[in-house]
């Protein structure tokens, strides 16, 4: 029932900055949360941040205080600003959403994220 769209992926230098989008359709309570996911071969899967369509929100240690995570509900999209980017952070980055933050059943198709120094 829910679609997710990505945007906003690229190749940046280190320092710069990215805006990805998440675009939701469907039913609003399969998306009571919806969040950002990075993963780069090899390894897990890393939760970025994520947040309720009532306000809540987590970030994840590694990116707290250049990350944020926030959404126009009016428009169903959620977006991640990313500041002073950081090679570490290349990976595909994933949007997912779910009625519950711990039940994320619905993914994007994943946008790529290349940060080099």
């Known amino acids: 029932q829910v679609q997710l769209v990505e945007s906003g992926g690229g190749s940046v230098q280190a320092g710069q900055s990215l805006r990805l989008s998440c675009a939701a359709s469907g039913d609003i309570y399969s998306r009571n949360c919806m969040g950002w996911y990075r993963q780069v071969p090899g390894k897990e899967r890393e939760t970025v941040a994520r947040i309720s369509r009532f306000g809540g929100t987590y970030v994840a240690d590694s990116v707290l205080g250049r990350f944020t995570i926030s959404q126009d509900n009016a428009k169903a999209t959620v977006y991640l600003q990313m500041n002073n980017l950081k090679p570490e952070d290349t990976a595909m980055y994933y949007c997912?959403?779910?009625?519950?933050?711990?039940?994320?059943?619905?993914w994007g198709q994943g946008t790529q994220v290349t940060v080099s120094s």
């Open positions: 997912a959403a779910g009625r519950s933050c711990e039940r994320t059943i619905y």
